[in-house]
């Protein structure tokens, strides 16, 4: 698990083809590794990697198809910058929200504009992703936790004020760059839990399938 808090801007050292799937090395720069070791879990662009190898200023990772077909990872090239965050332990401060490092798909910028001292991020989903996004709600972008600031169908806005911009990818974002998206791992497991199982002649899931109506979590 990790809480969205991008800890450090590293870079894409080497990507190797193995076998269909890649291997990649990844320069850390300043991320702090004296307690890592093989085997540990660090998130790459938001996407949870197992480091294989950890060298002096990096590490190597295998990276699958499947991770290469529902991400950007594969649109990676040498001296790529990259979002950093090592996982979260009990004595992390969750600065973000609960953020598992399973990308659920893409959205790609579709507008960038000034907002005083912040700057507005447009993106558009990939099909399939809308109905997680709720208007003030958490979403995670290539592993940074932000705040929904808008939501018209398949497109949502965040602001991201200077900081946020300094430390992360966003610096780097242009019209059309693709990006990592993660839902709220709450409204994941809502849908699960209520799609098609509720029981139409039960009281508590009449009950239940009312206030998630009301409360705008579904809609009729």
Request: charged residues 20%; glycine residues 8%.
């Amino acid at each position: 698990m990790f809480t969205g808090i991008i800890q450090a801007l590293g870079s894409v050292d080497s990507i190797e083809s193995k076998g269909g799937d890649m291997r990649i090395g990844i320069d850390t720069c300043d991320l702090e590794l004296s307690a890592c070791e093989p085997g540990d879990s660090i998130a790459v662009n938001g996407v949870c990697l197992t480091a294989v190898v950890w060298e002096k200023h990096g590490f190597v990772a295998d990276v699958s198809l499947e991770t290469l077909n529902k991400t950007s990872l594969g649109q990676l090239q040498s001296g790529s910058p990259v979002n950093l965050e090592k996982a979260l332990t009990l004595n992390t401060a969750l600065g973000g929200h609960l953020v598992s490092g399973h990308v659920d798909g893409l959205a790609t910028v579709v507008a960038l504009e000034n907002d005083a001292r912040s700057m507005r991020y447009k993106f558009e989903l990939a099909p399939g992703l809308q109905h997680y996004i709720a208007e003030k709600g958490s979403v995670t972008i290539d592993g940074t936790s932000l705040t929904v600031n808008r939501v018209d169908n398949n497109r949502f806005e965040v602001n991201i004020v200077p900081h946020t911009r300094e430390k992360t990818l966003f610096q780097y974002y242009r019209l059309q760059s693709q990006v990592n998206i993660e839902d709220d791992i709450i409204a994941r497991y809502l849908e699960r839990l209520i799609s098609g199982r509720a029981d139409a002649n039960n009281t508590s899931d009449k009950q239940l399938m009312a206030a998630l109506l009301k409360s705008g979590f579904i809609k009729s």
